[in-house]
């Protein structure tokens, strides 16, 4: 089992800025493509952004040019810095981590944008 832990979060004001970082353990982070994904309350879960393991990253149509998916090859964390939120990115946020066939998950994070 691969563990992820994530930080960050919280309740933010629109147009406000959060970042979420996710840890993963270092031996299986430098070969693994991390991604971040998100639940909205009765929604199903979506992707948000993903990034390879050589830093390529995809984000999805409705967060482009708001929010970087980014990772730290010395720390073995991938962040997530989202700059001007809306209530619609209100969700709980999920660190995911893909090695071959098999994905792990972070436990959430909840992140809360007020209109």
């Known amino acids: 089992q691969v563990q992820l832990v994530e930080s960050g979060g919280g309740l933010v004001q629109a147009g406000g800025s959060l970042s979420l970082s996710c840890a993963a353990p270092g031996n ?13 309350p009765g929604k199903q879960r979506e992707s948000v952004a993903t990034i390879t393991v050589a830093g390529i ?13 980014s990772r730290d090859k010395t720390k073995n964390t991938v962040s ?3 700059n001007n939120l809306k209530p619609s990115d209100t969700a709980v946020y999920f660190c995911v ?6 994905d792990f998950w972070g436990q959430g994070t909840q992140v809360t944008v007020s209109s």
Not at 28 to 40: D, K, L, N, P, S
Not at 57 to 69: C, G, H, L, M, Q
């Open 28 to 40: 299986i982070f430098r070969i693994a493509a991390m991604g971040w994904y998100r639940q909205a």
């Open 80 to 82: 997530l810095q989202m």
């Open 57 to 69: 990253p995809t984000y999805a149509e409705s967060v482009k040019d708001r929010f970087t998916i």
């Open 97 to 102: 981590l893909v090695w071959g066939s098999q």
